[in-house]
């Protein structure tokens, strides 16, 4: 069992900048690949990006490419998404999750969710 508790989350002007976290419970937090997936008012949750077990693999959704980076330290059981040159549609409610199955970027029911956090994007 994994339990994800996300934190970062606020509202910030386009062009801003914000560092989510997401910290897990359990000792097998480094056996799985760690995902950022977001949520926005009407519209189905989509995939953000999503780092392997070891870090070594990083994928990312191309609406966030080249602006969102994710890291993670295995010694803190922590996973983050920094995000920067926010734009208004990056405005949603962002859920952390983990599954070995997220690193493929095609997985929509990974086995571990947190609650949200919202972000939210001003023009």
């Known amino acids: 069992q994994v339990q994800l508790v996300e934190s970062g989350g606020g509202l910030v002007q386009a062009g801003g900048s914000l560092r989510l976290s997401c910290a897990a419970s359990g000792r097998t937090f480094s056996r799985y690949a760690m995902g950022w997936f977001r949520q926005a008012p009407g519209k189905e949750r989509e995939f953000v990006g999503a780092?392997?077990?070891?870090?070594?693999?990083?994928v990312y959704a191309d609406s966030v490419k080249g602006r969102f980076s994710i890291s993670r330290d295995n010694a803190k059981n922590t996973v983050y998404l920094q995000m920067d040159s926010l734009k208004p549609e990056d405005t949603a409610v962002y859920y952390c999750?983990?599954?070995?199955?997220?690193?493929?970027?095609?997985?929509?029911?990974?086995?571990?969710w947190g609650q949200g956090t919202q972000v939210t994007v001003s023009s």
């Open positions: 780092i392997s077990s070891s870090g070594a693999t990083r």
């Open positions: 999750a983990a599954d070995q199955r997220i690193i493929t970027g095609r997985t929509k029911d990974p086995d571990y």
